[in-house]
């Protein structure tokens, strides 16, 4: 059994930040990739930030130089560092891991932004 656990999400006011974590049940050392995903009420949901097997990052342009994505391989857990937040950035956030045996998702957690 292959499982991902997203916390830390909250409601915040326009400028702060928050620190979403994803927890993983097996070994990520070997991961293809572990990505965070949002989607707004209505709308499809989109990559916001991409951590590769080698350590390489992608970004959603909006969210370039306010977020960042890590990995603590230790902890099997991956971590999204959202500073300056926009009410933009409102909505569910998702990890998802990408293993060999297929695709893993988290349940959500939820991110309000305020203005």
């Known amino acids: 059994q292959v499982q991902v656990v997203e916390s830390g999400g909250g409601a915040v006011q326009a400028g702060g930040s928050l620190r979403l974590s994803c927890a993983a049940s097996?070994?990520?050392?070997?991961?293809?990739?572990m990505g965070w995903y949002r989607q707004a009420p209505g709308k499809q949901r989109e990559l916001v930030a991409l951590?590769?097997?080698?350590?390489?990052?992608n970004y959603k342009d909006s969210v370039k130089g306010r977020f960042t994505i890590s990995r603590d391989n230790a902890k099997n857990t991956v971590y999204l560092q959202m500073n300056s937040l926009k009410p933009e950035d409102t909505g569910d956030y998702y990890c998802?891991?990408?293993?060999?045996?297929?695709?893993?998702w988290g349940q959500g957690t939820q991110v309000t932004v305020s203005s």
């Open positions: 998802r891991l990408a293993l060999v045996s297929g695709l893993y």
């Open positions: 097996v070994n990520i050392f070997s991961m293809n990739s």
């Open positions: 951590i590769t097997r080698g350590g390489g990052t």
